[in-house]
């Protein structure tokens, strides 16, 4: 359990920037207490101070796991963000994407969404931003990056890669061990 | 006639309460009776399981029961405190094992070390002549210690030795700690085997420790009075201990830091997202391009409709009526968007 390096931090919160824009903020600066990222085995984790507090008092070779892994730095130094951090995306996502209800399973086995999924898509996305896929019963089932801006998905065809996939929920049971 | 009909009447009912013992399969089933263990290798019938699955199932599983207790009944049977009981034979199914199959035992460290020099193990004989006592002595074990005890009777106490000291208690005590040194190595290989931090031996001796150890242990004695080593005078050359782990040892140095960072790393952070929030879009190619064309058109489209309203207006330089465009291209239907307030008649019908 350490603090986040400066560099670290900063890959951090430009990542999360890209699926939640401003409201990078708002997961610091938190009215029900203070929350913060930690690392540890180059996992990043985000737990309540409080939980920090009591995991402190565990040699770190024998802890597993604090609070909500957000992703995992790569050995050069990039975040890949996993699944489990869905549940703090979602909610202040800025772009989202809805797929069909045929598509749902599909996507949940790790594919990208083709336009013939799509359901809905947030206007003016940007091509190459952060999106979180929606069904169409409003559930979060994971998160993307725009292949396409709006725009260009009017005019795309059917098989045209809409987003790419990046984490789907299917992934609690695919890689259920390496994932916490 | 009437107790004849009574008691086939009772025989019907019974038989009708009781199943037959006797059950048909298609295919014989395979019974290991030894783990108690049937299994059937007829197919289910998929329109019954269908229409009817918990008593089908019921039905399937009593019969093959059935024919399980049917060859249990086979075996030999005695009576064991008003008990019938069967002798089961030896299963023959193999189970798969919960765990992996353990593999070769891990090397100590010497045999380790012997492997890599090639040192070979070389059997000494179980009894050796000795020439003092004049007989055949064991090499270790029984009647050895005997042996040592009738050799040596009487020890030289060497000239550089404090003559009172009891060169029998001395020789005992070598013994002993070699016993523990010994038993410390063992306790080593076990922990390497395993692969788990293995807690520090801590002072193991003068003989055993290496200059790294004394030199900790040093360290650590200096810094351990009241007031943590800061009146202990210094040796000249003196070094302090350093190393892995070698700190914390040491009485009175600085702990580690909590990582709780409180409000310094909260306002840190949120600075740190206000830089990232507030950083200049990088310039978009693409778009600025396609700005940068339609700007382009819309200024042609604009030149053109002037062109054909004044002629010649400009050098003379193009002729005829709204000659091509300069870059050579073609204008194309439905990109961009058209002046057309501006130009008033739109774009030229060839």
Known sequence: MKRLSEERAKILFEKLAKFIGPNVKQLIDRPDGTYCFREHRDRVYYVSEKILKLAETFNPNQLVCVGTCFGKFTKSNKLKLHITALTYLAPYAQYKIWVKPSFEQQFLYGNHVPKSGLGRITENTPQYAGTVVYSMSDMPLGFGVAARSTADCKLADPLATVCFHQADIGEYIRSEDTLF | ?350
């Open chain 2, 1 to 350: 006639m009437d107790v004849v009909q009574e008691v086939l009447e009772k025989q019907k009912r019974d038989l009708e309460r009781y199943k037959p013992i006797i059950v048909e399969k298609h295919l014989e089933v395979r019974n290991d009776v030894g783990m108690m263990l049937c299994s059937d290798p007829n197919d289910l019938d998929e329109k019954v399981l269908k229409e009817n699955k918990e008593d089908y199932l019921r039905e399937l599983t009593r019969d093959n029961v059935q024919l399980l207790i049917n060859e249990i009944w086979e075996l030999p049977t005695e009576r064991v405190d008003e008990c019938i009981v069967a002798k089961l034979p030896a299963p023959t199914t193999v189970l798969p094992r919960i765990r992996k199959v353990p593999g070769p035992r891990a090397l100590t460290k010497w045999e380790k070390f012997a492997k890599e020099k090639g040192i070979k193990k070389k059997k000494k004989d179980k009894k050796k002549f000795d020439e003092v006592l004049d007989k055949w002595v064991p090499t270790y074990g029984y009647r050895k210690a005997d042996a040592e005890k009738q050799k040596e009777w009487v020890l030289e106490v060497p000239k550089n030795v404090d003559p009172m000291e009891d060169m029998f208690q001395k020789k005992i005590d070598v013994r002993n700690e070699k016993v523990a040194k010994n038993e410390i190595q063992r306790m080593k290989n076990i922990v390497r085997a395993k692969k788990i931090d293995a807690p520090r031996a801590g002072y193991l001796g003068p003989e055993v420790a290496d200059s790294k150890t004394l030199r900790t242990v040093a360290t650590v004695a200096k810094a351990s009075t009241a007031s943590v080593g800061k009146f202990q005078e210094k040796l000249p050359n003196e070094k302090q201990a350093r190393g892995i782990g070698v700190k914390e040892l040491i009485p009175g140095t600085k702990r580690k830091a909590s990582h709780i960072g409180g409000e310094s790393e909260k306002e840190e952070n949120l600075a740190l997202i206000k830089s990232i929030l507030n950083k200049k879009p990088k310039i978009d190619v693409e778009r600025a391009i396609s700005l940068q064309k339609r700007d382009d058109r819309i200024e042609r489209d604009q030149e053109q409709a002037g062109g054909g309203g004044k002629k010649k207006s400009k050098k003379g330089g193009r002729k005829g009526r709204g000659g091509a465009p300069k870059s050579g291209k073609k204008p194309k239907g439905g990109m961009g968007q058209r002046a057309v307030k501006k130009g008033g008649s739109g774009r030229k019908r060839r």
